[in-house]
């Protein structure tokens, strides 16, 4: 069963709109959640950690929550550009040690405009 | 900056065919991992090791060896592959306290014919 859900699938939107990407998750116990960004044919990059009850983290134009009762986050982008293009994918960590699992959420794919 | 290196970036294999991917970290970490991604799935986790000339399960071992030879290598061996075996693998490393600073190579995409 997918412990980590992600919403919407896809999206596109026009350079310079702002956008929000949902992770929702039931992941038990959860001791931290991360933002990656996946260009085509690359590598996971991370955009942002999140580990509180409550939490809220700023990047340039990437900002994000983590609700742990709600067991939700969001990724917020700002002013989108070009090179936002790629997959956002939401990871939850079961631990704060090496010992943790990593759950990936399946990503949404952004298509940004002109 | 951590750096992780996969070899090959992709390869074409034949089913029944013997395939190694390579992975090489310089970050000094513990822990290395393989992942596999599919389309529309999330990474999910084959083998792991913690320290050298030993590997662990993940959550999907099956049809997969890995081997640690050293501290910075990490290479995932796949015996005889098969037509299910066709994704994108990835290669990470952390330290041992923090899991979630898992640094990814760039990938391989493996097809298998």
């Known amino acids: 069963k997918t412990q980590v859900e992600q919403s919407p699938q896809s999206l596109v939107v026009r350079q310079g709109e702002n956008c929000v990407l949902q992770?929702?998750?039931?992941?038990?116990?959860?001791?931290?959640l991360r933002w990656f960004k996946q260009d085509t044919g690359k590598g996971l990059v991370s955009l942002t950690v999140?580990?509180?009850?409550?939490d809220k983290t700023s990047n340039g134009r990437y900002s994000a929550t983590l609700d742990k009762d709600a067991k939700h986050s969001t990724l917020h982008i700002t002013a989108t550009l070009l090179d936002d293009t790629a997959t956002y994918i939401c990871?939850?960590?079961?631990?704060?040690?090496?010992?943790?699992?990593?759950?990936f959420g399946a990503g949404t794919q952004l298509i940004v405009i002109p | 900056e951590a750096a992780v290196t996969q070899s090959p970036r992709s390869k074409v294999a034949v089913t029944g065919g013997k395939v190694t991917l390579s992975c090489h970290q310089t970050?000094?970490?513990?822990?290395m991992y393989w992942y596999r991604q599919d389309t529309g799935h999330g990474l999910r986790l084959i083998h792991y090791?913690?320290?050298?000339?030993?590997?662990e399960k993940g959550d999907i071992p099956d049809g997969y060896k890995a081997s640690r030879p050293s501290q910075e290598n990490f290479s995932l061996i796949l015996e005889l592959a098969s037509l299910s075996q066709t994704a994108v693998y990835f290669c990470?490393?952390?330290?041992?306290?923090?899991?979630?600073?898992?640094?990814f190579g760039p990938g391989t995409r493996l097809t298998v014919l």
């Open positions: 990470a490393s952390s330290d041992w306290v923090s899991s979630y600073e898992q640094y």
């Open positions: 992770c929702n998750y039931s992941v038990t116990p959860d001791n931290h």
């Open positions: 999140l580990v509180d009850q409550k």
């Open positions: 990871v939850v960590g079961d631990r704060g040690s090496a010992l943790g699992r990593l759950h």
């Open positions: 970050n000094n970490h513990d822990y």
């Open positions: 090791s913690y320290v050298a000339d030993s590997t």
